[in-house]
């Protein structure tokens, strides 16, 4: 499993840059309807059924978006923060490279998900399917924790998702990919952990929907998010999977 995903790593990180930026400007777009399932979710059965009820539907819709991407083999940053660095640390690609990767699928995801939440800041009021009201509920769950949760919770989340990527490798079936990627961001959006391109989507719908997110408040969340997923994929999953793999195949 270790070599399969060093080898498709190898891959990623040899793409040209048009390529590796439409792929991450797709995931950026897709991962934005799990976040806007949870806006009509809650506007529609809002004061009708418990919160308790409400959050755990919330925390199912949520994982919407991150299938469309693992399914759909789009670019996600806080994917290739684990994978990518493989090639790495057995010494078949350059630091420069996997720099590279990172800042294009970034940049890309960012975009991407600015793009659909002024589409859905837009759209959802416009269907009456989405109150600006909740975006703002939404947007303020990310934005109201003090720096240090934010960052420890952005590692959680890519911990999470760094053993995703490792899971949907090992899987033998669309069917067990699928579990696999609900189990784990269903996990992420039911603990409302730091996942920096859904939670840009989160807090942006507010934001475009004048619905009290501030910029300063995202660009905050923005910074601590992203490093705590580049830690949490990078070091638990990248670093210690990898050493304790290679070692076990060099005993």
Not at 20 to 34: E, H, K, N
Not at 173 to 192: A, K, N, P, R
Request: hydrophobic residues 55%.
């Amino acid at each position: 499993m270790l070599e399969q995903q060093t080898a498709r790593a190898e891959e990623e990180l040899r793409r040209p840059a048009l390529a590796l930026f439409l792929s991450g400007l797709t995931a950026g777009l897709d991962v934005g309807f799990g976040p806007f399932a949870m806006a009509v979710n809650t506007t529609l059965f809002k004061g009708t059924l418990p919160d308790p009820i409400i959050t755990l539907l919330n925390a199912n819709l949520y994982s919407i978006g991150f299938v469309f991407v693992v399914l759909g083999y789009s670019a996600l940053f806080t994917e290739q923060t684990a994978s990518a660095v493989q090639p790495v640390l057995s010494r078949r690609a350059s630091a420069g490279s996997l720099f590279r990767l990172w800042a294009i699928v970034l940049t890309a995801n960012i975009l991407g998900a600015a793009l659909f939440s002024s589409f859905a800041a837009i759209l959802g009021p416009a269907l009456n399917v989405v109150e600006p009201r909740v975006l703002g509920e939404i947007a303020h769950r990310m934005v109201a924790k003090p720096w240090w949760v934010m960052l420890l919770s952005g590692v959680a989340a890519g911990w999470l998702m760094g053993l995703l990527a490792w899971l949907v490798t090992a899987a033998r079936d669309t069917t067990s990919q699928l579990i696999c990627v609900w189990l784990t961001t269903m996990l992420i959006g039911l603990s409302g952990m730091h996942h920096s391109i859904a939670g840009t989507v989160e807090i942006l719908m507010g934001l475009f929907a004048g619905a009290g997110a501030t910029a300063s408040g995202y660009l905050t969340f923005l910074v601590w998010s992203v490093l705590g997923n580049a830690l949490g994929g990078v070091f638990f999953v990248a670093g210690l999977k990898y050493s304790h793999i290679r070692k076990s195949v060099e005993e």
